[in-house]
């Protein structure tokens, strides 16, 4: 790199850094229950070597009858080690990941094309492009193993072109991490390295290929047994073949069809699984790649919602239009390849369900689209006559700098208050609120917040295992707390008879109609609203049937 190309790197690395550092513990506001309870679970196994159900160091955590991989929470330890059970600590892996991604862009671009002027326009866009700042500043899994997949496949392209199995080996070892993080990459990767071997086989030797068909079985393997062993049904959980989804539809139409007297050849013929399933792929696949999502405003998962913000900022648009032409029309054989592996994710991600589409599986696809859209903004640069080239960038950066600061304004002044319940605004407050009273109660009748509990009060680790790890379920004790899924506990006859002998404090949600001289506290929502009371009755509930 020549000192102009140095100075221009770390001024990229820094606006990324800035991008993801500034304000992390707050923003987005609020703390999501994944984030709460990959943080206890890292808390804990920092302190027990256990997690919260007293598994030993195990690869799969468990939560909400959900089933996540383990490897997130231990790139939190070392942060809690020295920063102790906070937000910051919980989403510091992210923010790490996020800024070593835009690094690793400029390096496997450049490793890819041979060209440094893709490579610093990828790097760029990595930087200040939506997606890629959001996720770094959560908790995010799926960041952290998209990135061992881009690490492992930059290092393939090194192996592929030095030949030294050095690489390969670390092209294996970055591709194992990432299927010991998130779920659908063990999809993924199965499809992606088989594509790999095809697509560049001309440019292997024949003991390259077999090496290369190694570190497949080692990937596939692992990925069985991670699959059958540590997390068996989350792979069961987000594909669209374990739904009712599509088969109670399916049923309906059958049914209508004997009410209607269609034949039974034509019932078979358009109400049947290939066609019915096929066509709500067809449909995901298109929730995808529509403009909506990419450019206009992403909704799912809503909990990392930015207010009219997609994927990609809109002045990427007409880039990523010219990106495809240009690699179509050159016929780029790498640059096919980005598009194949870009347009081919969302089929992918057509055959799972729930939260359609979802920027957390998406982030697959980032880093080929961000080269296409490099592709397209350097293609028009040269396009243009020399002497209106540096105009050109001059109105590139201009309309680039007014877009994020766009995205900015979205992501730190409205998303704060803009539907502040899907991140869990008020939680923190509401367990630390409950705590600080609750020494004057004997008991306190919970929401089921407990992964927050765990977290923010924080609850000892080794206390909670010998307690047998007590979970909120319905109408279960932790101690003086009993949980409940009654938005209105203080409200319900059941729970004033069961503690009528009692000193109790009563959570409430804010739709319950309480008296306000029973109200002690209201714990509130970022814009202002209540969220939630803290209730002490003075006077016993009157039943409808004694009036």
């Not at 870009?342 to 979802?358: H, K, Q, Y």
């Not at 109408?475 to 009692?502: A, H, L």
Request: proline content about 5%; overall charge positive; charged content about 20%.
């Amino acid at each position: 790199m020549s000192t102009l190309e140095k100075l221009l790197f770390i001024t990229i690395l820094l606006v990324s850094c800035s991008f993801r550092f500034w304000r992390l513990d707050a923003i987005p506001e609020g703390f999501h229950s994944d984030e709460a309870a990959f943080g206890y679970n890292a808390y804990s196994i920092l302190k027990t070597g256990r997690d919260e159900y007293g598994k030993v160091f195990p690869l799969t955590l468990q939560s909400f009858g959900d089933y996540k991989a383990a490897l997130y929470a231990y790139t939190v330890i070392p942060f809690m080690a020295v920063l102790g059970p906070t937000e910051l600590s919980v989403r510091l892996p992210s923010c790490v990941a996020g800024m070593l991604w835009v690094a690793v862009m400029y390096m496997f671009v450049w490793t890819l094309s041979k060209k440094k002027s893709y490579a610093f326009v990828a790097m760029g866009l990595s930087a200040v492009s939506p997606l890629p700042v959001l996720l770094s500043r959560v908790q995010s899994d799926p960041l952290l193993s998209v990135f061992f997949i881009l690490v492992g496949t930059w290092f393939f392209f090194l192996w592929k072109e030095k030949r030294k199995n050095f690489f390969i080996f670390l092209c294996c070892i970055a591709w194992l991490f990432s299927v010991m993080t998130y779920v659908l990459p063990r999809m993924f990767l199965f499809i992606f390295i088989p594509f790999l071997l095809f697509w560049f086989r001309d440019t292997l030797s024949l003991l390259q290929k077999k090496i290369f068909g190694g570190v497949f079985i080692v990937i596939a393997v692992s990925v069985v047994i991670l699959s059958l062993t540590s997390s068996p049904t989350r792979l069961q959980q987000v594909s669209v073949f374990s739904s009712p989804t599509v088969m109670l539809p399916l049923e309906e139409k059958i049914r209508e069809d004997g009410g209607g007297k269609a034949s039974l050849l034509t019932t078979r013929m358009y109400h049947n699984k290939v066609v019915e399933y096929g066509m709500y792929c067809l449909h995901n696949y298109f929730e995808y790649i529509n403009f909506n999502f990419l450019f206009y405003e992403a909704n799912q998962p809503a909990r990392e919602k930015i207010p009219n913000i997609g994927v990609f900022l809109l002045i990427e648009l007409p880039f990523l239009l010219v990106g495809i032409y240009t690699i179509l029309k050159k016929k780029i054989h790498w640059g096919i390849f980005c598009l194949i592996w870009a347009f081919g994710v969302p089929a992918l991600l057509s055959f799972t369900r729930d939260e359609i589409p979802n920027i957390h599986r998406f982030f697959l696809a980032s880093a080929p689209f961000h080269i296409i859209i490099s592709v397209g903004i350097v293609s028009l640069f040269y396009a243009v006559n020399k002497a209106w080239r540096k105009l050109f960038i001059a109105v590139v950066l201009i309309l680039f700098s007014m877009n994020v600061y766009y995205f900015l304004h979205n992501l730190f002044v409205h998303q704060p208050i803009h539907l502040p319940y899907n991140r869990g605004y008020a939680y923190k407050a509401l367990v630390l609120r409950t705590k600080d009273r609750s020494f004057a109660y004997d008991v306190v009748v919970s929401q089921k917040v407990l992964e927050h509990m765990l977290f923010f009060w924080p609850m000892d680790p080794k206390v909670y295992l010998d307690m047998g790890s007590p979970r909120d379920g319905e109408e279960q004790w932790m101690g003086k707390y009993f949980f409940v899924s009654d938005p209105c506990p203080s409200n319900s006859k059941k729970y004033r008879d069961m503690m009528k002998d009692k000193k109790v404090l009563y959570m409430d949600r804010s739709e319950c109609h309480v008296p306000s001289d029973d109200i002690l506290e209201i714990i509130r929502w970022k814009e202002g609203s209540a969220a939630f009371y803290l209730v002490e009755p003075h006077e016993p509930l009157v039943s409808e049937s004694s009036l």
